[in-house]
């Protein structure tokens, strides 16, 4: 069973920049996609980026140019770097890791995000 803890949300302003973190445990095969997610106020989860362990990305559209994924394979971690922040960015980041041979998600608790303008 993997667990992942996410760290590095709060609040700043709109322009700011911040750093997410997510660090699993139980076991991360190198098949897995890590990622991370978020769930703005009144509205359903949404992709952010996904990250493969060979580096392979994907970006949802609202934050290409501004978001950046990386993840280390040695210490099981993924990490979300996010820069222009503007209020709509406001919301619960989730991470993920999707194990594909087995059709299983893996969630953290989340971390709340908040853009003020």
């Known amino acids: 069973q993997v667990q992942l803890v996410e760290s590095g949300g709060g609040l700043v302003q709109a322009g700011g920049s911040l750093r997410l973190s997510c660090a699993a445990s139980?076991?991360?095969?190198?098949?897995?996609?890590m990622g991370w997610y978020r769930q703005p106020p009144g509205n359903q989860r949404e992709l952010v980026a996904t990250?493969?362990?060979?580096?392979?990305?994907n970006y949802a559209d609202s934050v290409k140019g501004r978001f950046t994924i990386s993840r280390d394979n040695t210490k099981n971690t993924v990490s979300l770097q996010m820069s222009s922040l503007k209020p709509e960015d406001t919301a619960v980041y989730y991470c993920?890791?999707?194990?594909?041979?087995?059709?299983?998600?893996?969630w953290g608790k989340g971390t709340l995000v908040t853009v003020s303008s």
């Open positions: 993920n890791v999707y194990r594909g041979n087995f059709g299983m998600d893996f």
């Open positions: 139980g076991g991360i095969y190198n098949s897995d996609r």
């Open positions: 990250i493969t362990s060979w580096g392979s990305t």
